[in-house]
C-alpha cells in the first residue's frame, strides 16, 4: 500500500495527469445543486441571495474558500462563464459606416435616375447626379469618421488589475490526494497576486483599498472603514458605507444592501476583502451594457424628420413624373425625346442637394461646437439640439458640483455660529485617521488655521479613533497649556446620547425631555434641507491626565452642528433660465435621494411642486406614466430603468427628448433619448450610449447647442421649403405648357444645366444668417407644414412662368418648332432667376434684404449664379446648350416679372404667417 501511495505521489507531478485529476475533482464540486451555468436569468436575485447569506453560506454558494480559489479551479471556471469583460458597443468598419452614410432615399433615388441617364447615353446628366452623391456621402463619412476618433481618444481605462488571494498552487493537489487516495501532502499557504481584471470569475477573493476600482459585483466579507461612491451607479454624491453584514432596513434593492458593491464604483477610504458574485454581462454594469449595446436605437426625430419629407418629395415625383412622359409623348409623338425630357424632370423634382446641404450644415454646427468644447459623435444630433423641448438631466456633477461642500455651521436652535465651526476645524485637524470628503470640507476653511493659530497655541493630546459602533471620534488638544479640550463630532442620535448639556447664548443648559425636542427639530429641519448634519460637542477637562478612552466621551456640552451639501453651480441657474427662455423645459432624474434633490432643485430655480420617487413608477402603467412625466419634473431614487422609461414616456408624448449623464446608471436612457448627452470623464459604457460628449459638464453649453442646432434646422427648411415649392411650380408649368405647346417648353440638357445652377447656388445656405426669432423656440419636423407650403407658394412660380411662356409666344412670336430655342432660352433665364431668389423670399418671414439679411457667401453665390444665367444664352456656349441670344427688349419684361414675382411672394408669405405661423 505504501508503495502505491510513493507511486500515486510521483504520478501527480506529471502536468498532464495532475491537470486531469484537477478537472475532475473541481468539476465534480461544481456539478451540485444550484450551481447556475452561464448568465442568470435574474440578476437582481442571484445578488439578493449573497447579500443575505452569512460569510460561510455565501462562499459555499459560490463554491469558494476563506482562502481563496485555486489556479486550476479559476481555469475551470473561467472556461464556463467565460472572460470578465463587459459588451462593448463596436464601431462600424469602414465599409459599414460608408454604406450608412449613403443609405438614404435621395441617395438610392439619384443612383437609380444616374443609372438611366448613363443607359440612355446622357453621360453629363449620369456626372452631375452622380457627383452630387459621392459629395453628400464622402462630406458625411469624413466628418462622422473624425467625430468618432475623437471620441474615442476620451475614452479612459481607469484600471486593469486587480489583487486578488489564491490558495497555494499545491492544494489542488492535496485534495485530489487526500479525497481519492488517503494521502496527506503539505499545502502552501495562500498568496496575494494581481491578475488582469478580465480573468476574475465568481468565487474570487478580492483585495481592495482606496482609489481601486470595483472589478465586478463582490459581497463584502470583511471591512475596515470601508467608503465607496457609488455616484455612477446610483447617482448619490456622499459615499456609501459598506459592512460585512447588511445594516439598515430591509430591501429588495440589491443597489440598496451595503453589504454589495458594484463594478464601475470605486473604493474612496478603508479597505475590504470581497468575495466575487458575478461578472461580466451578468454584472449590474454588465445587463446595463448589454441593453445598451443590444438594442438598435429607435429612430430620432431627426432621422424620422427627413425620412417623412424625403418621400415626401419622391411620392410627389413618382406621381408627377409618368403624367409629364404622357402628356409630352402624346402631344408631340417622340416617346424617346419624352422620356428623356421626363427622367431630367424627375432629377429636378429631386432635392439632390438635399444630403449635402444636410450634411455640410451639420458639418459645420460640428465644427462651431467643437470649438466650443463639445464633441459631436452623430453628426445627426446638432440638430435634435435645436428640436429638443425636454432636457431630462442628472443632479449630481450636472446642476451640483459634484463635490462635498460645509453649506452651514450652527448651534443647537440653528442660528450660525462661528464657535461650531472653530471646534469642527480644531477636531478635523488633529485627527490622525483617514480624512473623509467631510473632514476635507471642513479643513476647506483654511483661514482658520492661522485665526485660531493652532500651531502656537494649541497642542493635541490625545485622540479617540471613529468606530461604527459609536459613530463618532473625539480629539482632546491643549489650549496654551490652561486645560485640556475633548472634541467630539459624529452622527447627532451617537453625540446626543453623550451630551448632558447643550451651550445656548455661551451658557450650558441642561438637556431636558423639552430641549432634545427642540434640537431634534433643528436637526430634522436640517435634514430635510437636503443637508448631511453632523453634531458637535466638547467638554473642557484638567489638563491631568494624557491617555483618554472612550468612556471619557460623557457628559458632554452640545455646541451645535456642521451641515454639508454638494451644492449647485453658480452657472446653473443662469443656464436653467436661458433654456426655458428657449423652450426647453428640464426634468431632474437622480438616483439620489429625495430631500437633497428637491433642496438643489429649489436653489437652482427649478419647480418642485412635489417629488416622484422611482417606487411610485413601479405601480404605474404606461397610461399612468405618461400623464405624470408631464406633470412633475423632478424625480429622484430612479433606477437605470426608471429614467429609460420616463424618457421613452416624454418621446412617445411627442416631445423630442435630450438626456445628460455620465454614470452606468444612465447609460439605458441616453441611448432612448433622442439626443444622449455625457461628458469626457463619464464611465466608457455613457460615452459609448451618447451621441454628444462634453468636454465641460456644463449647461451653459447645452444652451449654446440648442441655438446652433436651431440655426442648423432653420437652414435646412430652407432648402426644403425652396426645393419644394419650386418643383412643385415647376411641374405645374412643365404640364401647362406640355399640353398647348407644339415643341418642348425646354430641352432636357437645358434643365439638367438650370437645376444643376440652381443647386449650386443653395451650397452657401449652411453658412446663412438666422433670424433670432427663429431659435427662441424648438424647431420640429413637419411634413404637413412641407405639403402646404409647396401647395401655397409654388403656384406663384407657374404664374410668372405662365406670364413668360405667354410673353414668349405673343410679344416675341416663339411659337414655331424653328423659334423653340427663343421660347426655351427665355424660360432658362426667368426660370432660374425665380427659382434662385427664392432662397431669400422664404429664408426669413420678415421683409428680405430690408429687415433679414442673409450672409454675404449666399448673397455672392445668388448674384454669381443670376449673372452666370443671363450669360449662358448671350455668350459663346449658347449654342452647345442650344439657346440663343435673347432680345435687349427681353429684359425690361425679365426684370418686371422677376420684381412682381418677389412682391406676390412677399404678400402671400404674409398671409402665410398670419394663418399658419413661422418657423
Known amino acids: 500500500m505504501n508503495f502505491l501511495k510513493s507511486l500515486f505521489v510521483s504520478f501527480l507531478r506529471t502536468r498532464h495527469t495532475m491537470r486531469h485529476f484537477r478537472r475532475l475533482m473541481i468539476l465534480d464540486s461544481l456539478s451540485g445543486p444550484g450551481v447556475t451555468r452561464g448568465v442568470p436569468d435574474d440578476l437582481a436575485r442571484e445578488l439578493m441571495l449573497a447579500a443575505n447569506d452569512d460569510v460561510p453560506g455565501v462562499l459555499a454558494r459560490l463554491h469558494s474558500h476563506e482562502d481563496g480559489l485555486t489556479s486550476a479551479e479559476v481555469d475551470v471556471i473561467a472556461e464556463r462563464v467565460g472572460p470578465n469583460e463587459v459588451e462593448h458597443e463596436k464601431p462600424l468598419r469602414w465599409w459599414q459606416h460608408l454604406w450608412h452614410c449613403y443609405k438614404n432615399p435621395f441617395n438610392l433615388l439619384l443612383t437609380v435616375l444616374a443609372g438611366v441617364s448613363y443607359m440612355t447615353e446622357d453621360f453629363k446628366a449620369a456626372v452631375v447626379i452622380g457627383l452630387m452623391v459621392l459629395l453628400s456621402t464622402m462630406i458625411r463619412f469624413v466628418q462622422e469618421g473624425r467625430s468618432s476618433r475623437a471620441a474615442e481618444r476620451l475614452k479612459e481605462m481607469v484600471s486593469n488589475t486587480a489583487t486578488v488571494i489564491r490558495r497555494g498552487l499545491a492544494t489542488d493537489v492535496v485534495e485530489v490526494a487526500k479525497r481519492y487516495f488517503d494521502v496527506q501532502l503539505h499545502t502552501r499557504p495562500p498568496v496575494k497576486m494581481e491578475v488582469p481584471i478580465k480573468a476574475l470569475v465568481p468565487g474570487e477573493l478580492v483585495v481592495l483599498s482606496a482609489g481601486d476600482m470595483i472589478p465586478a459585483d463582490c459581497r463584502v466579507l470583511l471591512a475596515k472603514d470601508l467608503f465607496v461612491s457609488q455616484s455612477a451607479m446610483t447617482g448619490e454624491s456622499l459615499p456609501v458605507e459598506k459592512f460585512p453584514e447588511h445594516r439598515g432596513s430591509a430591501s429588495q434593492n440589491p443597489l440598496e444592501m451595503n453589504n454589495l458593491l458594484f463594478m464601475g464604483t470605486n473604493v474612496v477610504s478603508g479597505s475590504a476583502t470581497a468575495v466575487v458574485v458575478t461578472t461580466g454581462n451578468r454584472t449590474y454594469f454588465g445587463v446595463l451594457a448589454t441593453r445598451v449595446t443590444a438594442a438598435d436605437r429607435t429612430p430620432t426625430s431627426f432621422q424620422a424628420g427627413v425620412n417623412s419629407v424625403s418621400w415626401l418629395l419622391i411620392r410627389f415625383a413618382l406621381v408627377m413624373v ?22 431630367s424632370v424627375a432629377v429636378g423634382l429631386t432635392p439632390e442637394m438635399l444630403p449635402m446641404i444636410v450634411t455640410s450644415t451639420l458639418a459645420k454646427g460640428a465644427v462651431i461646437l467643437s470649438r466650443k468644447k463639445v464633441i459631436v459623435k452623430r453628426l445627426d444630433a446638432i440638430q435634435n439640439f435645436g428640436a429638443m423641448d425636454v432636457l431630462c438631466t442628472d443632479k449630481t456633477g450636472t446642476l451640483t458640483q459634484d463635490k462635498i461642500f460645509l453649506e452651514r455651521h450652527t448651534d443647537v436652535f440653528g442660528q450660525d455660529s462661528d464657535d461650531v465651526l472653530k471646534y469642527a476645524y480644531l477636531n478635523s485637524y488633529y485627527q490622525t485617521g483617514l480624512k473623509n470628503l467631510l473632514d476635507r470640507a471642513v479643513l476647506d476653511h483654511a483661514g482658520l488655521q492661522a485665526e485660531l493659530k493652532v500651531a502656537q497655541d494649541y497642542q493635541k493630546v490625545d485622540e479617540i479613533p471613529f468606530d461604527f459602533e459609536r459613530r463618532r471620534m473625539s480629539v482632546v488638544v491643549s489650549e496654551k497649556e490652561h486645560h485640556h479640550e ?16 447643550v451651550q445656548v447664548g455661551g451658557q450650558n443648559v441642561a438637556l431636558d425631555e423639552a430641549m432634545l425636542g427642540r434640537v431634534r427639530n433643528v436637526t430634522s429641519d436640517l435634514n430635510e434641507e437636503g443637508l448631511r448634519v453632523v453634531a458637535v460637542a466638547m467638554k473642557e477637562v484638567p489638563p491631568s491626565k494624557s491617555t483618554y478612552a472612550i468612556s471619557d466621551e460623557s457628559e458632554l456640552t452640545l455646541i451645535g452642528y456642521i451641515a454639508f451639501l454638494d ?3 453658480e452657472s446653473t441657474a443662469p443656464a436653467l433660465q436661458a433654456l426655458a427662455e428657449h423652450g426647453v423645459t428640464v426634468k431632474v432624474l437622480t438616483g439620489d435621494n429625495e430631500l437633497v434633490t428637491a433642496k438643489i432643485c429649489r436653489q437652482v430655480g427649478l419647480s418642485v411642486e412635489s417629488v416622484i420617487l422611482g417606487q411610485q413608477l413601479d405601480k404605474l402603467d404606461e397610461a399612468g406614466l405618461s400623464a405624470l412625466v408631464e406633470r412633475y419634473n423632478v424625480f429622484a431614487k430612479l433606477t437605470p430603468l426608471h429614467k429609460e422609461r420616463i424618457v421613452r414616456a416624454l418621446r412617445g408624448n411627442g416631445h423630442v427628448v435630450g438626456f445628460m449623464g455620465d454614470g452606468i446608471n444612465d447609460a439605458p436612457a441616453l441611448r432612448a433619448a433622442d439626443i444622449g448627452i455625457s461628458v469626457d470623464s463619464a464611465v466608457d459604457i455613457a460615452k459609448e450610449a451618447a451621441d454628444i460628449i462634453l468636454l465641460e459638464k456644463s449647461l451653459m453649453v447645452l444652451e449654446e447647442g440648442v441655438i446652433e442646432g436651431r440655426k442648423t434646422f432653420s437652414n435646412m427648411l430652407k432648402y426644403i421649403r425652396m426645393t419644394a415649392s419650386s418643383n412643385f411650380g415647376n411641374v405645374f ?12 417648353p425646354m430641352l432636357p440638357l437645358q434643365l439638367l444645366v438650370q437645376n444643376l445652377l440652381y443647386d449650386i447656388s443653395q451650397i452657401a445656405i449652411p453658412f446663412d444668417n438666422v433670424d433670432e426669432e427663429l431659435v427662441k423656440k424648438p424647431l420640429k419636423w413637419n411634413p404637413g407644414d412641407i405639403g402646404r407650403f409647396m401647395v401655397f407658394f409654388g403656384p406663384v412660380s407657374s404664374i410668372f412662368d405662365i406670364t413668360t411662356f405667354c410673353l414668349m409666344w405673343y410679344f416675341f412670336k416663339a411659337n414655331t418648332v424653328q423659334d423653340q430655342s427663343l421660347f426655351q432660352s427665355g424660360w432658362f433665364v426667368v426660370g432660374l432667376l425665380t427659382q434662385t431668389l427664392i432662397v431669400h423670399m422664404i429664408r426669413t418671414p420678415k421683409l428680405p434684404f430690408i429687415q433679414s439679411r442673409a450672409a454675404l457667401p449666399l448673397t455672392l453665390m445668388t448674384v454669381f449664379i443670376m449673372a452666370l444665367g443671363i450669360f449662358l444664352p448671350m455668350g459663346p456656349l449658347a449654342e452647345y446648350f442650344k439657346l440663343v441670344p435673347l432680345p435687349l427688349l427681353y429684359f425690361p419684361f425679365m426684370v418686371t416679372i422677376v420684381l412682381g414675382y418677389m412682391v406676390l411672394t412677399q404678400w402671400m408669405k404674409a398671409f402665410y404667417v398670419r394663418r399658419f405661423g413661422w418657423q
Open 733 to 744: 408649368s412643365v404640364l401647362v405648357a406640355s399640353a398647348f405647346l407644339p415643341f418642348l
Open 486 to 501: 475633548l472634541i467630539c463630532k459624529g452622527a447627532v442620535e451617537e453625540i446626543l446620547e453623550a451630551c448632558t448639556q
Open 567 to 569: 451644492p449647485p453651480k
Open 322 to 343: 409618368p403624367i409629364v412622359l404622357l402628356v409630352n409623348g402624346f402631344t408631340k409623338g417622340n416617346w424617346t425625346e419624352a422620356f428623356l425630357f421626363a427622367l
